[in-house]
């Protein structure tokens, strides 16, 4: 609903019910709130979302890289290859996955130190 007319929505419902009544109007002062919300909770399922498809897709590669790492036909060149490149997916899964957590760590410390703030 959020990001695709939730807010519409309590606003056709506020004007259903009437915005001269009470709930009316509850719904229409709320429905700008809703609307960010569910659009933020939408944006945040779809950044789950497409971080689990890369990770899908990583451990996938990892596979089929080991497979041919076990394969007796591939030549030692080119399992010398395989093998980079399985180190070059680590190390990139490794920073992708540092960097999720120092963007976490940010926003908490920044609200860490809202809450903490003495008025």
Known sequence: MGGVGGGTALIAAAQHIGTDKTWGQVLLYLSPMVSVALGSVIYYCFAQMNWM???????????????????PNVSDQVKEDIRRDLDEIDRRLSSA???????????????????????
Do not use: G, H, I, P
């Open 53 to 71: 498809v890369l990770v899908f897709e990583v451990k996938r590669a990892k596979r089929t890289l080991l497979e041919q790492l076990e394969d």
């Open 97 to 119: 996955r540092l960097a999720r957590v120092r963007a976490a760590s940010k926003s908490m410390d920044k609200w860490l130190a809202k809450s903490t703030e003495v008025e």
